[in-house]
């Protein structure tokens, strides 16, 4: 099969990479309910901190505090 032109000439989702890591895009299944609460602190974060933050800032942080709680350095 052969990819069309407009597929492989699109930019990289996301961010540009800081470092070695590589990103991958994953789908994320919540409860509207639980939506709301982190889009509510998103808004905080850019409204005290003045810089942009997102949906994906949030889960990197919730996973990192998870990973170290559970002894999983990253």
Do not use: C, W
């Amino acid at each position: 099969m052969v990819k069309s032109t407009e597929t492989t000439n699109r930019p990289p989702l996301g961010r540009p990479l800081k470092g070695k890591d590589r990103r991958l895009q994953i789908g994320v299944y919540v409860a509207g309910s639980t939506l709301d609460i982190v889009d509510n602190y998103i808004n905080k974060q850019q409204e005290t901190v003045k810089r942009q933050y997102s949906r994906s800032d949030f889960v990197n942080e919730a996973l990192e505090l998870y990973l170290r709680e559970l002894g999983l350095e990253i």
